[in-house]
C-alpha cells in the first residue's frame, strides 16, 4: 500500500486545527519553517517517520491515524485493509484466517480472565 502523502497532509492540519496551533505556532514548536509545514498539509513533500512522531507528539495524535486514517482506538481500526486483503482469498483462506483470529481473541480474552 502506497502512502498518500495528500490524505496525511490532509489528516495532519485537521488535528493541528483541533489541537488549535496555527501552521506559524507549529513550525515554530517543530523549529521548522511555515512553508514546511504548508507543504506537509498539502501533500507537496513527503515526511520521514521521525518529523511525523514529533509532529503527532505535539499535536497529541495517533501515527496511525495519520497513516492509516483510524486509530489503534477506533472499531474501524484496520477494517478496510482485512476487508481488502479477504477479498482476495479463497474460501479455505477465509475459514483459516477465521480460525486464527479465534484463537487469538480466545488468547486475549483468557488473559484478562487470570
Do not use: P, W
Given at each position: 500500500?502506497?502512502?498518500?502523502y495528500?490524505?496525511?497532509?490532509?489528516?495532519?492540519?485537521k488535528a493541528r486545527i483541533?489541537?488549535g496551533y496555527?501552521?506559524?505556532?507549529?513550525a515554530?514548536?517543530?523549529?521548522?519553517?511555515?512553508?514546511?509545514?504548508?507543504?506537509?498539509?498539502?501533500?507537496?513533500t513527503?515526511?520521514?517517520?521521525?518529523r511525523?512522531?514529533e509532529i503527532?507528539?505535539?499535536?497529541?495524535?495517533?501515527?496511525?491515524?495519520i497513516?492509516?486514517?483510524?486509530?489503534?482506538?477506533s472499531k474501524?481500526?484496520?477494517?478496510?485493509?482485512?476487508?481488502?486483503i479477504?477479498?482476495d482469498?479463497?474460501?479455505?483462506?477465509k475459514e483459516l484466517?477465521?480460525?486464527?483470529?479465534?484463537?487469538i481473541?480466545?488468547?486475549?480474552?483468557k488473559?484478562?480472565?487470570?
Amino acid at each position: 500500500m502506497a502512502l498518500d502523502y495528500k490524505l496525511m497532509g490532509d489528516r495532519l492540519k485537521k488535528a493541528r486545527i483541533q489541537k488549535g496551533y496555527t501552521q506559524e505556532k507549529l513550525a515554530e514548536t517543530l523549529d521548522v519553517s511555515i512553508a514546511y509545514i504548508s507543504r506537509i498539509e498539502t501533500g507537496k513533500t513527503h515526511i520521514n517517520l521521525k518529523r511525523l512522531n514529533e509532529i503527532c507528539t505535539v499535536l497529541e495524535t495517533s501515527e496511525s491515524y495519520i497513516l492509516n486514517g483510524a486509530s489503534e482506538n477506533s472499531k474501524s481500526y484496520l477494517s478496510s485493509e482485512f476487508s481488502s486483503i479477504l477479498n482476495d482469498c479463497s474460501s479455505k483462506d477465509k475459514e483459516l484466517i477465521y480460525q486464527i483470529a479465534t484463537i487469538i481473541s480466545e488468547n486475549k480474552n483468557k488473559t484478562k480472565e487470570d
